[in-house]
């Protein structure tokens, strides 16, 4: 396909991507209740794990037998799924799912302060990327609402700062997640979620010893099986798909369309007040989103650009 045509696909792909990890705050929401966040986050690991393991095995790949392969995929797994999981769930033990979406918003200006200090990322993050950025928190507060904003100053401030935390680890994952770009992604997404499932099992078991919880209700289970499913062991393939295409900030980006897709699911399934401000949010989201991850030709180019750009 054309150098456009392929960039358009991605940004599909992106937007598929920002509505299923949008819908895993509304699933948390549901799931939490009646059963604890490590517990929670150690059942979504390993089911996504055993699944990436089977779908990387059925399409002939082979995991990594080198001992440095899997500690790289451990530092991924921490980052990228058993600590912003966690840090979410107990987030949205205290504050709203619409809140933790919109503080969920912020990889994009975590990659751009950690790229700043680099001397390459001085040089090629463009003002293009800045506005794109500014346009997408724009899109977030808008789509939030002016009503929403006295409950950012009234929520637990540790279940802020944790749900922040989790952006922390969502800009350093795909940065981290760039040296297995020589790995197919399936195999990345295996070994990555393989190692979370190590770190979050034996941390439900000293921490939340869950066989002695009250079984969880039907409505929870299902959530845990969407979000292991669909949020973690498909959503993580098409993840880390976008790593090689899109670059580290242009997967980032996404985190705004998945706030303004947390809002619309939380309208729908949780009775959230719907405003005409998440529409023109949205738009902005959108907008934000392009102006970071379409590549525009260079004034003096003579023909289309023909690959996504990498950041």
Same mark, same amino acid.
């Given at each position: ?136 928190? #724009? !899109?977030? $507060? @808008?789509?939030? %609402?002016?009503?929403? +904003?006295?409950?950012?100053? =009234?929520?637990?401030? /540790? *279940? ?98 998945? #706030? !303004?897709? $947390? @809002?619309?699911? %939380?309208?729908?399934? +949780?009775?959230?007040?719907? =405003?005409?401000?998440? /529409? *023109? ?31």
């Amino acid at each position: 396909m054309s150098g456009r045509t392929a960039v358009a696909f991605e940004i599909g792909l992106l937007l598929l991507l920002s509505l299923i990890w949008g819908s895993s705050f509304t699933l948390i929401k549901v799931a939490i209740p009646t059963i604890p966040p490590f517990t929670m986050v150690a059942a979504r690991v390993t089911i996504a794990a055993i699944l990436l393991v089977l779908i990387a095995l059925a399409q002939g790949h082979d995991l990594p037998r080198w001992g440095s392969a899997w500690a790289a995929f451990l530092v991924q797994g921490l980052l990228q799924s058993a600590l912003p999981f966690t840090l979410i769930g107990w987030g949205e033990m205290h504050i709203s799912s619409g809140l933790a979406g919109v503080l969920n918003a912020t990889p994009p200006m975590f990659v751009l302060a950690i790229a700043m200090m680099t001397g390459r990322g001085r040089q090629t993050i463009s003002g293009r990327k800045l506005i794109g950025v500014a346009l997408g928190l #724009a !899109g977030v $507060a @808008v789509t939030m %609402g002016i009503d929403a +904003l006295p409950g950012i100053g =009234t929520a637990a401030p /540790l *279940a802020q700062i944790a749900v922040l935390g989790a952006s922390l680890c969502y800009a350093l994952a795909p940065i981290w997640g760039q040296r297995f770009l020589a790995l197919p992604a399936i195999v990345t997404a295996a070994g990555a979620m393989s190692c979370a499932a190590l770190l979050m099992v034996p941390a439900a078991a000293v921490l939340e010893q869950p066989w002695t919880l009250v079984p969880p209700s039907a409505e929870a289970i299902a959530a845990v099986t969407a979000l292991a499913v669909i949020c973690t062991a498909f959503a993580m393939v098409i993840y880390f798909r976008l790593i090689h295409t899109l670059g580290p900030l242009g997967t980032t980006s996404g985190s705004y369309l998945r #706030a !303004g897709f $947390a @809002v619309a699911l %939380g309208t729908a399934w +949780l009775g959230e007040r719907f =405003t005409w401000s998440s /529409l *023109a949010g949205m738009a902005l989201i959108l907008v934000g989103v392009v102006a970071v991850t379409v590549p525009w030709p260079a004034p003096n180019a003579k023909g289309p650009t023909s690959a996504p750009c990498r950041n």
